[in-house]
């Protein structure tokens, strides 16, 4: 007997539910908030050292960390640009 998948997709059941759009965006924001966390970690980087290297705030930074909160465009480009240059901390 195959094992085919019976129903739809999760992907099929948010859209029926409306939620689909916003459960893309949560899911985003709470891999963005961990990757971040493991970057820091990994480089050593306080939450006060990373928002002088991204010329914003360290409230700034708890928002980027928090994946509940909205992140504001500026901030994932400031974030974007800080990845792109390998976690540079000098």
Do not use: C, Y
Not at 12 to 38: H, P
């Amino acid at each position: 007997m195959s094992k085919k998948h019976m129903g739809s997709s999760i992907d099929d059941f948010l859209k029926k539910q409306g939620i689909f759009e916003e459960s893309q965006a949560q899911a985003i924001k709470e891999v963005v908030a961990w990757q971040l966390a493991e970057a820091m970690k990994k480089q050593k980087i306080s939450k006060s050292k990373l928002a002088t290297l991204l010329k914003t705030s360290r409230t700034q930074i708890d928002r980027l960390l928090d994946p509940k909160n909205d992140i504001t465009l500026m901030s994932l480009q400031r974030l974007r640009q800080w990845w792109a240059g390998g976690f540079q901390s000098s």
